[in-house]
Every structure is written in structure tokens, then in C-alpha cells.
């Protein structure tokens, strides 16, 4: 273990025995009394020496014997230590490829930042490196998802999507003007490679067959899909049946899109234990009776050529909180899209989260036993002349 204070929080001394760690609410830690003789060591917990030397170093300021061990214990306990050499043998080839490290530098900073335990941040963030993801949709959403997603570490990031890129699927990160006229899938899968500090690691040839876990292609089985269907109806009213698949096998999925200038992220459905796309929709049934009547109007008649009201800054925002969400659930977190589904609207554009409760006559089972019980929740507001 090489202890270093964690160097992505920066330190403030309120007075001579107070120091504080961090600048936000959210991460920041108040440490206290520290003495001045230990304020100087502070320096010293660098990532550059072990823990023995340090005991000489202290021996060497006049600091008790045992001082050392107290202090680290202390500090790790408030989650301020990160070990520059731990995290086991995914961290350890991670360090060694510094090339693709310091294109994730920022990354594995905010990892030392949202975890307690020294070195947590370089393992998960290796761990990032062996999962797959699939992105179901390759439009202005979709596509920057994927290639932020890969950018993150994300080793293995599938795409899917059909027909062609249409001009305006060109966005910054996603979709490119050279590739319009070309197969999305293909095209988003090429923006992927390109964004991904390292190539996708091979599959182990040390086994001698596949296991069943194992998907089509090699690799690990799906970690998480990220559905970003182009058409804003299928964010609006996400289709139970397009994941089926998804349920059946128990793969946790998140949506986000844009309808109509509004942006959304979530439900992160967790299948079986959070709302699901039927839940939703049953629910709404349930509150209102003009809903399927609506819905079907809505999905009918409609061009899949058809242009979305979907700006390109709005696109973007939902992309980028998509793919933050979906890391955060990928490294062991549960993000606040977990049965819910944050929304925000041009021009105004706050944020706000509606939950995605759990409906008790969904096949999915999440509604059962009384967890997540039906509440009125006001849903979008809408004109009920009919019915
Ligand atoms: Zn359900």
C-alpha cells in the first residue's frame, strides 16, 4: 500500500487544526483537530512511499510511534486515501497502459471521489474495461451514448439500430456528416471505435469451450442496455414488447430521449425489482382511461422518416446524463433513475424526476407484496375532451 490523499479533493484549512477535504457538499470532508506537526506529514502522503517509510518519516518529525498507522486508519475511515499501487491485478495492467490511463484520468479522479476504500476508484474503473453494453438506437441520442460510454472505458459497446444516418443524426460525439447515407449501426459502431481510449479486450482463449453466460459474440454477458429509441414516442411511451428479451433475461435497462422538446432519462429498470415499460404503461392506464385511445392515435400514421422536434443541446444533455447514469449503475451504484424517470422541457429546462411505481398486475413481478405501492403520481397534463 502507497497511501496518497486523495489529490481530486482540494484541501482548505479553516484554521490551524482544521483542514477540510473537497469543495462540495456532496464529497467534501471536515477533519479535525489535526496538529501541526501531523498537518506537515499530511505532505507526505504522496503515493510515493509505503507505509514503513512513512513510520521512519514521522520517527524522523518527532511523531509518536504508532502515530502513522492512527492517522491512516483515521483518514481512510473518512474515505480520503487512495492506494496508488492497489486494486488488484485488472489496476495493476491498467497503470501499466498510461497512454490509455491519462485518457482516463478525469474519470478515475471522479471514481476516488465517489468511493471510500483506497484504491476502489482504479478497480472499478478497470472493471469498466471487461463489461458490455448495448445502446438499442444509433440517433442523436443514441449514438453519442455509445461513443461516451466507450470514451468512459466501457470495453465492449454495441450498438443497434436499423436503416441509414439521415443528416440529422449528425451530432457532436455521435454520428458523423461523413456518415450519413451509411448504416447507423455500422457507422455509430465505427464512432465507438474511435472514441474508446483502448480496444475491447479479447475473450480468454485459455478456455477450452464458451459458457453459457457467455454472449454470441465472445466477451461478457450484457451488463446493461441503454434503450435511446430515435422516435420520441418510444421514450414517451416506451413499447413493453421491444423488451421482452431484456425482461425475460433479466438485464437491467435504462431509457432516455426526447419527445417532443423534452428530454428523458429513465426508468433505469431493474427487471422484476423496479417499474418496468408495462408498469408505466398500466399505470397510466389506470389514471387515465383516454390513455390507450391516445397512445393509439399517437403510433399510428406516422413515417419512421419522420423528423423529431429534438434539439441538438437538449439531445446532447440527455445523452450525457444517460451515459452518467448508466456508468454510476456499471460501477456498482443505484443512480436516481432507478424506477423513475427524470424529465426536463425547453426553454425551461429544470430536471425533475417522476417516479415509475411498480404495477401490481404487471407480469414482471416488481409490484409484488406491496413494495412500491400504486400512488397518484400527475402525469403529463393533457386535454381529456374525449372520454
Ligand atoms: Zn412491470
Redesign the pocket.
Known amino acids: 500500500m502507497h497511501p496518497i490523499l486523495k489529490p481530486a479533493l482540494r484541501r482548505g484549512w479553516h484554521d490551524l487544526n482544521t483542514v477540510q477535504f473537497g469543495v462540495t457538499p456532496a464529497h467534501a470532508v471536515v477533519l479535525g483537530p489535526v496538529d501541526t506537526a501531523t498537518g506537515s506529514f499530511l505532505t507526505l502522503l504522496d503515493g510515493t512511499r509505503g507505509v514503513p517509510l512513512l513510520r521512519d518519516e514521522a520517527r524522523r518529525m518527532g511523531l509518536p510511534d504508532g502515530h502513522v498507522d492512527a492517522l491512516l486508519d483515521r483518514l481512510t475511515g473518512a474515505g480520503l486515501i487512495d492506494d496508488a499501487t492497489g486494486g488488484g491485478p485488472e489496476a495493476d495492467a491498467l497503470r501499466r497502459r498510461t497512454a490509455v490511463l491519462d485518457r482516463l484520468r478525469p474519470d478515475h479522479a471522479a471514481l476516488t471521489v465517489t468511493t471510500s476504500e483506497p484504491a476502489e476508484g482504479m478497480r472499478k474503473l478497470a472493471a469498466r474495461h471487461t463489461m458490455r453494453v448495448q445502446v438499442r438506437g444509433a440517433g442523436r441520442v443514441g449514438a453519442v451514448i455509445a461513443s461516451v460510454l466507450a470514451a468512459a472505458g466501457v470495453g465492449h459497446v454495441d450498438v443497434r439500430d436499423g436503416g441509414c444516418v439521415e443528416p440529422w443524426d449528425v451530432a457532436p460525439g455521435g454520428q458523423t456528416t461523413e456518415a450519413v447515407g451509411e448504416r447507423r449501426e455500422v457507422a455509430a459502431q465505427r464512432v465507438v471505435r474511435a472514441t474508446a481510449p483502448a480496444r475491447p479486450p479479447r475473450p480468454d482463449r485459455r478456455r477450452t469451450a464458451p459458457r453459457p453466460a457467455e454472449h454470441e459474440q465472445g466477451g461478457p454477458q450484457l451488463s446493461l442496455v441503454i434503450v435511446a429509441p430515435r422516435d420520441g414516442l418510444g421514450i414517451h411511451s416506451p413499447d413493453p414488447v421491444a423488451v421482452e428479451d431484456l425482461m425475460a433475461a433479466g438485464i437491467p435497462h435504462l431509457y432516455a430521449g426526447v419527445v417532443e422538446a423534452t428530454g428523458m432519462v429513465g426508468p433505469l429498470v431493474l427487471p422484476g425489482g423496479t ?5 408505466l404503461l ?1 399505470g397510466r392506464a389506470d389514471r387515465d382511461p383516454t390513455w390507450p385511445r391516445l397512445l393509439a392515435q399517437w403510433g399510428s400514421g406516422r413515417s419512421s422518416r419522420q423528423v423529431q422536434a429534438c434539439d441538438v443541446g437538449l439531445s446532447t444533455a440527455v445523452a450525457g446524463l444517460a451515459a452518467a447514469h448508466g456508468l454510476a449503475f456499471l460501477d456498482g451504484e443505484l443512480p436516481s433513475s432507478t424506477g423513475a424517470r427524470w424529465e426536463t422541457s425547453a426553454p425551461g429546462l429544470d430536471w425533475h424526476a417522476r417516479p415509475v411505481w ?2 401490481p398486475e ?6 409484488e407484496g406491496g413494495y412500491g405501492k400504486e400512488t397518484p403520481v400527475e402525469e403529463e397534463p393533457h386535454d381529456t375532451m374525449a372520454g
Open positions: 417499474g418496468c415499460a408495462r408498469c398500466l411498480p404495477h404487471c407480469p414482471c413481478g416488481a409490484g
